[in-house]
DNA sequence: GCGACGCTAGTCAAGTTTGACTAATGAAGG
DNA sequence: CCTTCATTAGTCAAACTTGACTAGCGTCGC
């Protein structure tokens, strides 16, 4: 699964309503752009791509108000929120060690209810202890480790990788089990979004100047 | 940086000369399709494409002893074993947070001697703390965390992925200075590819059949 | 003696990602 | 005024990735 989709479909549906510059600006505002793939031609990429798969629905807008050429605003569709929650479900309970995508799910997690994402995240903790399980099985050789050599340095790497992603896991479900932040259907949602014309606090030292890294 | 160059480079580099099927092969014999994006298109795709830019040379050869379509072999040239040792430097260096390029790098850094592997580990080290000094300082809000309320998790994510990830690799660093394992001009080299025939040990439980994942 | 199957060695189209480029507006400076 | 510059909003070609497909050859069972 690519994290993009989850991103933008967790933007639009924040706003209600969005255009692509919005979604590229919050992105940044939760600092995705740091730990994900997400620039400029992906976003815009994944809001056509979902609108002629019937997950977003695209609204031709006027020029837009403040320079630039005109602007469409896209909106999630019924078959988008679906979408969106099976991505968010997965992101969540997944080990495919890919880091990004489970930033993606904690940035967005408080879309579902407290129970479901407690239940999710410990799913997650039972499909890294299966896939520990398997691999060393799996991987350790007759004559014992070392005779690997230096390839055996990867395993290792992985195994303590998913060990401390795991423990740290843990200390996630302790904080929300111990009742932080605010999930669906606990009364006022966190803002996660910048409202039109609001300017991003964290933005990054050089804001986007004609893009180019 | 893709890791595939990194890690195509140095199967046919092993080699000396090598086919596709040769590079495919060695890449499962370390697992690369595990934690990496590794797949028969990527592989054959980055050989043509470094063949056309000159860090490859492509020689054709009969149709292959043992069936199937007439096969390529590649080497490399002097200009792709200057990319290589660059591409492979930059993996042990950089603390980009893409895990599967540190075990490329770890898979190939024998191909250094065991002082440069160090210093480079050590730069790692460094760059990670650089990085972690950068984030902290910059996101923490005036009033004190948790006024970016559940979105404060990506980073405290990120950060805690850092700090085990240094950690692990002081413990790497100990155990190269210890004496493990045989680097560059120490003597009879690690044999870190398949020779011709030779069955891999190491294969997954259904060895691609018709491929598909 | 032939048909099914698996292994060898790839190709290909569709989708995605990248980095650089464009074009319109408005404000600031001289 | 008029040039320069940042900001807004997005496009585009080239490269890369993906998953499914192809085709030759051996061999095993019957």
Redesign the interface.
């Known amino acids: 699964m690519s994290v993009i989709r989850l991103l933008v479909l967790g933007a639009v549906r924040q706003h209600g309503r969005a255009h692509g510059y919005q979604v590229r600006n919050d992105l940044e505002y939760?600092?995705a752009h740091e730990?994900s793939n997400a620039k400029p031609g992906s976003i815009y990429h994944a809001l056509k791509q979902m609108a002629k798969q019937g997950l977003l629905v695209a609204h031709e807008t006027a020029p837009s108000t403040a320079g630039g050429p005109p602007r469409t605003e896209y909106e999630v569709t019924e078959q988008g929120t679906e979408e969106y929650f099976r991505l968010l479900r997965e992101a969540l309970t997944s080990y495919d060690?890919k880091?990004d995508v489970?930033?993606a799910g904690?940035?967005l997690?408080?879309d579902l209810e407290r129970e479901e994402a407690l239940a999710l995240l410990e799913r997650r903790l039972a499909s890294i202890e299966e896939w520990r399980k398997a691999v060393t099985e799996?991987?350790v050789?007759e004559n014992g480790p070392g005779e690997l050599?230096?390839?055996g340095?990867?395993?290792d790497?992985?195994v303590?990788?998913a060990d401390?992603?795991a423990a740290?896991t843990r200390g996630?479900v302790a904080r929300i089990r111990g009742g932080?932040?605010?999930f669906a259907g606990e009364g006022e949602p966190?803002v996660?979004v910048l409202a039109e014309g609001e300017e991003n606090?964290?933005a990054t030292r050089q804001p986007h100047p004609g893009d180019a890294e």
């Open positions: 939760w600092g730990w060690q880091p489970l930033s904690l940035g997690m408080v799996y991987y050789p050599g230096h390839i340095e990867i395993m790497f992985w303590h990788s401390t992603g740290w996630l932080a932040y605010t966190f996660g606090p964290y």
